[in-house]
Structures are given as C-alpha cells and as structure tokens.
T-cell receptor, first 114, second 110 residues
Framework: DTAVSQTPKYLVTQMGNDKSIKCEQN?????MYWYKQDSKKFLKIMFS???????INETVPNRFSPKSPDKAHLNLHINSLELGDSAVYFC?????????????FGPGTRLTVT | SQQGEEDPQALSIQEGENATMNCSYK?????LQWYRQNSGRGLVHLIL?????REKHSGRLRVTLDTSKKSSSLLITASRAADTASYFC??????????FGKGTRLHILP
C-alpha cells in the first residue's frame, strides 16, 4: 500500500488557470507538508499542517492555499497559475509536530504551466 | 549561500568506491537529516542526527556532524549502482524552520 500518495502525477495547464493537487497519507501521521522543488532541484517547504491546523507558512504567494479536510489529507490549491509555478510539488507526512521527525514523501506532482 | 548547502554539486565514482558528500549550514540547528531522491521519485529518509550527536551509522551510511564548523558529511561505503541518486541535507533550525539544500547528484559508474 502506498504510504503517501499524490494526484495527479503530472499536470500541464495554462497560465491563469486554477488547479488543485491532492495528497493523502495512510500512515496515521498527524503532520503533513507541502514542498516545492524547482528546476534546479532546490527543495523548499511551503506549508505544514498538524491535526488540520496550519503551523508553518513560509513566504508563499496568496495564490497558494492549502486545505486539510482531515488529518490524512492535505490538498494544495493554486489560483491564477503563473509560469514560475512550474515545478515538482512534494507532499510529506510525519508523526509529531514542531520537531523535524522523519518525513515520508509522496512521489511528487510535476506541474507545468504553459 | 543557502542554509544547507551540499558539496559537491555532482560526484561520479566507480562502483565499490566510497562517496563523501558534505553539507554546510549557517544558523544553529536542532537536527540535520539526509535524504535520497531517485530520479523522478519522492525523497527517502536516510539518517537523522541531532545537534548533540557527532556521528551515526546506518548500514553502509555514516553521517558526521560538526556543530562548531556548522557542517555535516554523508559517507556511503562500497558504493553500488543503486546508490545513483541525488542526496539532500535538511536542517531544522532553532526556530523550527526546515531548510533543504540543493543536493548532490551522485553517479556510480559500473
């Protein structure tokens, strides 16, 4: 069984569109994360949720809005997509909040904005 | 430079040799972790080392941490083709912020 899953795996869309990426974990973890990995492989944390509450919100445009309907899900909605949003987005989960416990990563979603 | 800078950016070695990658950071940390990323895949956790630890082992992996120099190294002994991947260090600062480096691309030659 997949521990952390993301959908879709690939997403190609045009500038200005609104899109969502879904993430689900079946590990029973209480903390979930979203990371952005740009073309230069640099990985940067965007958001972190613990028990459906936002605990980390790095400098990310307001166009990005995470939604956590329950502990097992953390979705990422992006409004008015821009070319610079093209990247691979990774979802992750861990047990425990605040401290940097071992994180389990999903396979990533490759977003291409044209 | 960024917090969590890996060095070198790319490394090619013969199978069977040892591979050493370094990570430098700027601010005080709670812990540091190393991850592996195979091409097109998610990250896989390798080792976590806490700020009061100096060395940890896991199979063929050895991680050292020198807080006075704000650096860590990852040693992979007896490398195998399957070790070909990108390796990232990630630091958790005193402010609980998590920062990843850009990674080292390791290529094991047959």
């Amino acid at each position: 069984d997949t521990a952390v899953s993301q959908t879709p795996k690939y997403l190609v869309t045009q500038m200005g569109n609104d899109k969502s990426i879904k993430c689900e974990q079946n590990l029973g973890h209480d903390t979930m994360y979203w990371y952005k990995q740009d073309s230069k492989k640099f990985l940067k944390i965007m958001f972190s949720y613990n028990n459906k509450e936002l605990i980390i919100n790095e400098t990310v445009p307001n166009r990005f809005s995470p939604k956590s309907p329950d502990k097992a899900h953390l979705n990422l909605h992006i409004n008015s997509l821009e070319l610079g949003d093209s990247a691979v987005y990774f979802c992750a989960s861990s047990q425990g909040s605040g401290r940097f416990n071992e994180q389990y990563f999903g396979p990533g979603t490759r977003l291409t904005v044209t | 430079s960024q917090q969590g800078e890996e060095d070198p950016q790319a490394l090619s070695i013969q199978e069977g040799e040892n591979a050493t990658m370094n990570c430098s950071y700027k601010t005080s940390i709670n812990n540091l972790q190393w991850y592996r990323q195979n091409s097109g895949r998610g990250l896989v956790h390798l080792i976590l080392i806490r700020s009061n630890e100096r060395e940890k082992h896991s199979g063929r992996l050895r991680v050292t941490l020198d807080t006075s120099k704000k650096s860590s190294s990852l040693l992979i002994t007896a490398s195998r083709a399957a070790d070909t991947a990108s390796y990232f260090c990630a630091t958790e600062g005193r402010d609980d912020k998590i920062i990843f480096g850009k990674g080292t691309r390791l290529h094991i030659l047959p």
